[in-house]
């Protein structure tokens, strides 16, 4: 559980059944993705396991993504753009999606900025976060679309930078960090010490000088309602800050964090609340940001894997498949939905049943399935797509138990420092 009460976890693993006494009716899955996930497995012949974009459905909740956010800025006061965040899944195919549907790039790393501007996004469409975010070395931009200070050194350091023209931002300001939620990240604003010290570095720079907040805590985490909450006191927090600072023009940032279950709802129906909000409490707001990341591309890749061997007893049928852990990182934080197809070509969608999947690692926790349903005739030489395998999935995946590669790289830099 990464978070301090963890419900929203449990109850979401809760709702699975670890021992379902009978196999419940197959589940179904939205069209687009099984269309795009049978396609891929009724087509590849290659080595397993691997990863596959799935077109498709992807473009689909870009595109849907894209359309809510035009229509909401349509009608709001102030503008509202989408900042897809770069390192939860850096595929080149995801960041030319929302660049071609006017989305922005949030970047955590110089590195994260050089592989945006080299996919074709302009400086100022690029928002820059994070602790790290000047590692490995800055890079020449003209002028980055915003910036937000993690620690109230950072601020100082970048303040005086901003002011005599060494780093070119249309929006400067720092991440507050929440009051009643653990976080490490951001500047602890209702700390009266830290407020008069933000306050009188944000004051001496120049009146053109755009300024911004950042908040970020995952609702993934915490559970919708009380990142609604939080995100209401942030709001609060903006307003008393602005104050201060005579009602200077402000752009409001919101990092993501939105499980994909959650979010076609929130863009529904929490985000116009928060919008509204904002033109009636901060009309000194003048652009709102979100920072989608897995919501948009959690989703967007499967997992193909091939079933070893089949050991079938009273309690259940156990299925050894050559994908592990290390190319699913984080399947113990979501549902990962199981689509497998026979010799014939037949595709069939998993439901809860009695089953499990165990990963190709020689490691007790190498589990890929519990409480699943598996095919009747299912066979070594099967393919499996784990579904809901992009995102950290994808992006922290690594490569144990694949033989040689890392510890050839530690022994070099061994040699080196002596
Ligand atoms: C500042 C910021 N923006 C956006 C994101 C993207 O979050 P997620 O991929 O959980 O949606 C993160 C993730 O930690 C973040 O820290």
Known sequence: MHTPSGMPTLARRLRTPRTARRPRRAATLPRLLLTDARQVLRSYRGETPRRFLLPMYTAATFADAAERIARLRRGAGQDVVLAYSVKTSPAAELLGLARDRGMWAEAIAQTEVLHALALGFPSEHIILNGPGKWWPSPSKVPAYGAVFCDSLAELRASSRAVANGDLRTHVFGLRLRPATVASRFGIALHDPKAFSEV????????????????????????????????????????????????????????????????????????????????????????????????????????????????????????????GSVAELPDIRSHTHRVVSCDASGHVTVWGAGRDRVLGRLCMEYDILSEAVQAPRGIRAGHLLAYLDAGAYDASMAYSFGRGGVPVSAHLGMLRRSR
């Not at 990142?227 to 919101?254: C, I, K, M, Y």
């Not at 009636?280 to 499967?302: H, N, T, W, Y």
Request: net charge positive.
């Open 199 to 322: 306050v009188r570095l944000l004051r001496r720079l120049p009146r053109r000088q755009g300024l911004g907040l950042h908040f970020h805590i995952a609702s993934s985490m915490v559970g919708v309602r009380t990142w609604q909450a939080l995100a209401v006191n942030f709001l609060g927090a903006a307003g008393v800050l602005s104050e201060s600072l005579h009602d200077r023009p402000l752009t409001l940032s919101f990092g993501g964090g939105w499980h994909p279950d959650d979010w076609p709802v929130f863009l529904r129906t929490g985000f116009p609340e928060l919008v509204a909000q904002c033109r009636r409490r901060l009309p000194m707001v003048r652009r709102i940001v979100l920072e989608p990341g897995k919501a948009l591309s959690q989703r967007a890749m499967c997992l193909v894997v091939r079933v070893l061997e089949v050991r079938r007893s009273r309690w259940g049928t156990e299925l050894i498949v050559d």
